[in-house]
């Protein structure tokens, strides 16, 4: 099995920035694709960023892109948000997602338990 945690989230103000954590750990073979998603009240879970496994390809929603960046350190199986400029639309739970294999194969995808953002003055 395979646990994903998310740290990081917080109370910010607009215009602020924050830097979210995600930690994969338990039986990893390799980790594939690892994305950060998010979801508001009321609203439905949406992607917001993506990172390959060697972390040369990122992709990101149109609503953040120039203010968020994803990156990811391997040796720690670990991915990150790095987000800036941030406002109030932003106010949402962000879970971290990946793809990971236990042993040479297939991958399961797994999420992480979440992590508030509040962005608010």
């Known amino acids: 099995q395979v646990q994903l945690v998310e740290s990081g989230g917080g109370l910010v103000q607009p215009g602020g920035s924050l830097r979210l954590s995600c930690a994969a750990s338990g039986r990893i073979f390799s980790i594939w694709t690892m994305a950060w998603y998010r979801q508001a009240p009321g609203k439905q879970r949406e992607l917001v960023a993506t990172?390959?496994?060697?972390?040369?390809?990122?992709k990101y929603a149109d609503f953040v892109k120039g203010r968020f960046t994803i990156s990811r350190d391997i040796p720690k199986n670990t991915v990150f948000l790095q987000m800036n400029s941030l406002n109030s639309e932003d106010t949402a739970v962000y879970y971290c997602?990946?793809?990971?294999?236990?042993?040479?194969?297939?991958?399961?995808?797994?999420w992480g338990q979440g992590t508030q953002v509040t962005v608010s003055s």
């Open positions: 997602n990946a793809d990971v294999s236990d042993a040479p194969g297939p991958w399961v995808n797994y």
């Open positions: 990172i390959n496994s060697g972390g040369s390809s990122t």
